[in-house]
């Protein structure tokens, strides 16, 4: 999903999360939405997923797409380093709400 895509999707729908995932070991965020459907949509500009360098970054797309709330997640180490799928949506108190 561009940004593009991103502007209109949220011009037309109001049932939606948005997710700011920070990954361990790493100073860079990307922007997930999940759908009504449970579906994940990364934003990306021309097929590759976009990698922000900080939350300032952030929060600047999202409210020109007209987002004022989000999820900050943090993937756990651990499972990375042993394979395993993220979990970072369960349990809730993983997440951390941002309001911009």
């Given at each position: 999903?561009?940004?593009?895509?991103?502007?209109?999707?949220?011009?037309?729908?109001?049932?939606?999360?948005?997710?700011v995932i920070g990954h361990a070991g790493s100073?860079?965020?990307?922007?997930?939405?999940?759908?009504?459907?449970?579906?994940?949509?990364?934003?990306?500009?021309?097929?590759?997923?976009?990698?922000?360098?900080?939350?300032?970054?952030?929060?600047?797309?999202?409210?020109?797409?007209?987002?004022?709330?989000?999820?900050?997640?943090?993937?756990?180490?651990?499972?990375?380093?042993?394979?395993?799928?993220?979990?970072?949506?369960?349990?809730?108190?993983?997440?951390?709400?941002?309001?911009?």
């Open positions: 999903m561009d940004f593009q895509q991103l502007k209109a999707f949220v011009a037309h729908h109001d049932n939606f999360e948005i997710r100073r860079f965020y990307q922007v997930e939405l999940e759908d009504v459907e449970g579906q994940r949509h990364m934003l990306t500009h021309a097929a590759k997923p976009i990698l922000f360098r900080s939350l300032d970054d952030v929060y600047l797309e999202l409210k020109r797409a007209g987002i004022h709330r989000a999820y900050l997640v943090q993937q756990v180490p651990h499972d990375e380093m042993i394979g395993r799928e993220a979990h970072y949506q369960d349990p809730l108190t993983s997440r951390m709400p941002l309001v911009f």
